[in-house]
């Protein structure tokens, strides 16, 4: 979402996306493979070139990997959306569009999908497989930043040319969270796999940066018009600024939610993009002030969630007193304005239970190695000692910190962690569940984490009742800061995992087979 700022001059959408893919055009095949060879020159700088082809540039982290399954940093993860393509897309309003998919069929009871893949070529010039894909698909399941999204994957297998994924409970929309990139199945586990994506990376002992692929096998048109995407690294906060400010990089993402978030103040554009980081506070059921459920239930009052927003995130998140991203179509914004703050009703829900004063005295746990919680977590503190409750925190390291959790020596605790696309929340409610503390186990609402994965229809009841018996109470999701120098990209929409958003002119009702 552009942020219209003073500082910036409107810039006019001068170009719309073309669709379609041309299945029948030869790819183009880099010499060397998809690395240039190590005595490949850099790109020409002559006046034969076009300008444009040297106007953009990006940074990335030296330090850190740039394999799309093992990298969790969100710098180098901005080069993805270029080099690699999924299954799907998805925009920033949650729309998923059909990618390397050519159409699917969903069984009855949606727990059987089957996937029919494009005619898609790797920048290497090797068609795209459906061995590729269950690769690709069975090396996220086991990396740190898609394996919780694909939870509930019972089976990935290749069938006669298709992908089969067969699910341990139905869905409606499994293609949601399959715009995982894909890569060549002998390369899952390479520092730099190729990907079916626009870009290519060149990598010399002068440099790297992005090549665009003359004989792409889609026609699409990118927010990026250049052939030559110029790489500059940068391994902090600072440098990224310096390098934006200062060097001519033409478009960083920061993250606000950082302590080493460093302010921007060249002239520029203004572009926030939802990260899927899903800040929350969790009860225990054990505790002598909050078993009580009327307190429980009145704790989301209590929470000034849009000063928590502007004071620490920069203005960079979404409050949320329902556990779904407020950009998501599950997000019903009429119930949500039903929990909002009201600090009234959270000292009236105290004085109604008759709370001993002993019992007025709680601990919060926090997680130190995170600034930022910790800071949070201390405004939230004093939001309720604001309403007559003694507050002490407890702040200790990750590891004491998931054991204080396992023991359930808290009232209550500040917890992260990112959302997948379809706002699954069976993970906080499931016995078996990965963020199952405080006694959240509740066979009632996990029916219905289930039911809304079957039937979007069903958030709405999900969210209701989470949010009356409020041990699971929403804060707010974080956002990434975008910034770009003035003209220099196009129609840019950035979404989650995908700053340089595009579609093909196709549906997911277009690519779904009737049966």
């Known amino acids: 979402m552009n942020r219209i700022l003073s500082v910036l001059l409107c810039v006019a959408l001068l170009a719309a996306f073309l669709t379609g893919c041309q299945e029948d055009e030869q790819p183009y095949v880099p010499t060397g493979g998809a690395l240039a060879d190590e005595n490949e020159t850099t790109p020409s700088t002559s006046s034969q070139d076009k300008e444009e082809d040297l106007a953009v540039s990006l940074v990335y982290d030296p330090s850190k990997t740039l ?22 897309a998805v925009d920033d309003e949650f729309n998923t569009v ?15 999908y089957t996937f029919y893949l494009a005619g898609a070529y790797f920048s290497d010039g090797t068609p795209l497989t459906s061995e590729d894909v269950v690769a690709s698909l069975e090396a996220a399941k086991k990396s740190p930043y898609f394996g919780k999204r694909l939870q509930q994957v019972a089976t990935i297998t290749a069938q006669s040319g298709a992908v089969v994924i067969t699910l341990a409970t139905p869905m409606e929309n499994l293609p949601i969270l399959l715009d995982i990139p894909i890569v060549k199945a002998t390369q899952t586990a390479d520092s730099y796999p190729v990907g079916t994506g626009p870009f290519l990376l060149d990598n010399s002992p002068q440099g790297k940066w992005l090549r665009r692929q003359p004989g792409w096998w889609c026609n699409a048109t990118l927010p990026v018009t250049t052939d030559f995407i110029t790489l500059v690294a940068a391994e902090n906060p600072t440098q990224i600024r310096d390098a934006f400010e200062q060097s001519g990089v033409s478009l960083v993402c920061a993250d606000p939610s950082k302590m080493d978030y460093a302010d921007y103040r060249k002239d520029h554009e203004l572009w926030d993009c939802e990260n899927g980081q899903f800040l929350y506070l969790v009860c225990n059921s054990k505790s002598k002030l909050f078993s009580n459920p009327a307190i429980q239930s009145a704790l989301t009052y209590a929470i000034n969630r849009e000063s928590l927003v502007d004071r ?31 600090p009234q009703k959270f000292a009236a829900a105290i004085a109604e239970a008759n709370v001993k004063e002993e019992d007025k005295a709680i601990t919060m746990l926090l997680c130190s190695d995170d600034p930022m919680r910790v800071r949070v977590g201390t405004a939230i503190a004093q939001m309720l000692e604001e309403a007559g409750l003694v507050v002490t925190l407890s702040k200790v390291t990750y590891a004491q910190f998931d054991e204080n959790l396992r023991w359930g020596t808290y009232d209550l605790y500040l ?20 963020l199952n503390y405080g006694g959240l186990s509740d066979p009632g609402i996990h029916a219905l984490c ?3 994965l079957a039937n979007t229809g069903n958030y709405y009841n999900l969210h209701k009742m989470i949010a009356d018996e409020g041990q699971l109470c929403p804060i707010l999701f974080q956002q990434y800061a975008v910034y770009v120098h003035r003209g220099i990209l196009y129609d840019l929409q950035p979404a989650r995992d995908n700053l340089f958003y ?7 009702e277009d690519a779904m087979i009737k049966e």
């Open 415 to 434: 917890g992260q962690t990112k959302l997948s696309a379809n706002m699954d929340l069976s993970a906080f409610f499931s016995t078996k569940g990965s």
């Open 67 to 88: 394999n799309p399954f093992m990298s969790t940093d969100y710098t180098n993860r901005v080069l993805f959306s270029l080099i690699y393509q999924g299954l799907f």
């Open 450 to 452: 289930l039911e809304a």
């Open 312 to 342: 620490f995130y920069h203005g960079f998140g979404r409050a949320a007193t329902l556990a779904a991203s407020p950009d998501s179509p599950y997000y019903n914004h009429t119930l949500s304005d039903k929990y909002r703050y009201d």
């Open 502 to 508: 595009y579609d093909l002119g196709k549906t997911l």
């Open 98 to 112: 059909p990618m390397l998919c050519q159409s699917f069929s969903r069984s009855f009871d949606m727990k059987t």
